[in-house]
Structures are given as structure tokens and as C-alpha cells.
């Protein structure tokens, strides 16, 4: 499956509310969807799975929807330490796939 | 708390081989699948391999297929990623990643990986 993630680059100030998206050339079975965080020099950190749901720490101004081939990442109310590069994963068809990234910087 | 820790990341030649490594600590090592992910330089993300918990299944994209070989010692909360014949192709930062439990989707796909090393950098050069 190929996850096409737009935009590329997503230019917000902080306190602004951020929606990334993440379309699939085919639907992901059962909604298998991550969404994960990428610093500079840092490895990723995984934000939400099952679509929808929020991983251990994470908080509530992230939430993920969407189903079958269309699904948005928002981030309410960006703060300073958000700006960085997301990225979508499926895992509902063999091999999983990662889209090719969004970058949210500060405008 | 939960610590990956990955090694043996050096430039090598082109058709060279390399040994990676990563070591668990913070959790029952032998509880989980046990991945590897790469990233080009300033590029996305790829899964390459996954392992079973009981070292019995383990899965590779065409892309690593048939070179690279994932195996892990739980004595040693150890993974490992042998790498031959290798690509300029093939350079990247190479991450050992956990699936949540239960490893696996009912599709056969690893769950999503909610613990990564810091990375170790594979240059594949002449």
C-alpha cells in the first residue's frame, strides 16, 4: 500500500491548530494506522495507532480519524516542541508501508 | 525504563557484509517482536525485517530479501540484523524498533512499533 501524506511542508505559528493528512492507495484493513513524531537526529515516537488511538504519554491535543483510505492527523493547539516531521504507517497489509512525511515547521 | 541500543553502524564497501546489533533492557525482551527499520539520509522511513518472539517466523521486504538476515539471542535480550551484499543503496540510520504486543496483526503484519533505539548509520561507499 502507498501512503501519500500532504502537505509536504505545513507552515503554522504556535497556538494554531494543525491538520496533516494521509490518503492509501488502498483501504488499510481494520483501520491499522499509526502516526508517529520525528525530531531532528532523534528516532520516532509513535503518537497514535488503531487510527484513532492516543499511544501511552501522549497528549490529548492529538487525535487521529479517519478510516479506510483517508485519514488526518489534527494537533489543536501547536505548541512549540510539535514542529517537526510526522509520519503515517500502515500495518494492515504485508509489507507495512510509511508515508513519505510531512513537515510542520514553524511559520 | 524502556532502552534500545543498537551498534556496528561503520562505512563499508560495495558487496560488503556488516553485523548489526541491539540491546533490550526495561521489559521482557523475549516477550516481543523485534523489528528493524532503516531511513535514508533526509529521507522516510522502511521496514526491513521482523522477528517472532520464539525466533520461529521472520519476514523481509523485496528489497532486503535474500541479504539481510534478522535473528536475535533472548539469553542476551539481543537483536541482531546481518547484512550482506551490500548497496550504496542500503545507506541509512538502521533502527531496532518493538511491535506492540501481540507482534503481529491478524494479517501477519507487525503491530505498530512503539519503542526505537537511538540508531546506528550504515554508509555503503568504495
Known amino acids: 500500500i502507498v501512503l501519500t501524506q500532504s502537505p509536504g511542508t505545513l507552515s503554522l505559528s504556535p497556538g494554531e491548530k494543525a491538520t496533516l493528512s494521509c490518503r492509501a492507495s488502498q483501504s488499510v484493513s481494520s483501520n491499522y494506522l499509526a502516526w508517529y513524531q520525528q525530531k531532528p537526529g532523534q528516532a520516532p515516537r509513535l503518537l497514535i495507532y488503531?487510527?484513532?488511538s492516543r499511544a501511552t504519554g501522549i497528549p490529548d491535543r492529538f487525535t487521529g480519524s479517519g478510516s479506510g483510505t483517508d485519514f488526518t492527523l489534527t494537533i489543536s493547539r501547536l505548541e512549540p516542541e510539535d514542529f517537526a516531521v510526522y509520519y503515517c504507517q500502515q500495518y494492515g497489509s504485508s509489507p507495512c508501508s510509511f508515508g513519505q512525511g510531512t513537515n510542520l515547521e514553524i511559520k | 525504563q524502556v532502552q534500545l541500543v543498537e551498534s556496528g553502524g561503520t562505512l563499508v564497501k560495495p558487496g560488503g557484509s556488516l553485523r548489526l546489533s541491539c540491546v533490550a533492557s526495561?521489559?521482557?525482551?523475549?516477550?516481543?517482536?523485534m523489528n528493524w527499520i532503516r531511513q535514508a539520509p533526509g529521507k522516510g522511513l522502511e521496514w526491513i525485517s521482523y522477528i517472532s518472539t520464539s525466533i520461529d517466523y521472520t519476514n523481509y521486504p523485496d528489497s532486503v530479501k535474500g541479504r539481510f538476515t534478522i535473528t536475535r539471542d533472548n539469553a542476551k535480550n539481543s537483536l541482531y540484523l546481518q547484512m550482506n551484499s551490500l548497496r550504496a543503496e542500503d545507506t541509512a540510520v538502521y533502527y531496532c524498533?518493538?511491535?506492540?504486543?501481540?507482534?503481529?496483526?491478524?494479517?501477519?503484519?507487525?503491530?505498530?512499533?512503539?519503542?526505537w533505539g537511538q540508531g546506528t548509520l550504515v554508509t555503503v561507499s568504495s
Open positions: 488503531g487510527a484513532s
Open positions: 524498533a518493538r511491535s506492540v504486543m501481540p507482534g503481529i496483526t491478524i494479517f501477519g503484519v507487525p503491530r505498530e512499533f512503539d519503542s
Open positions: 526495561g521489559f521482557t525482551f523475549s516477550d516481543y517482536y
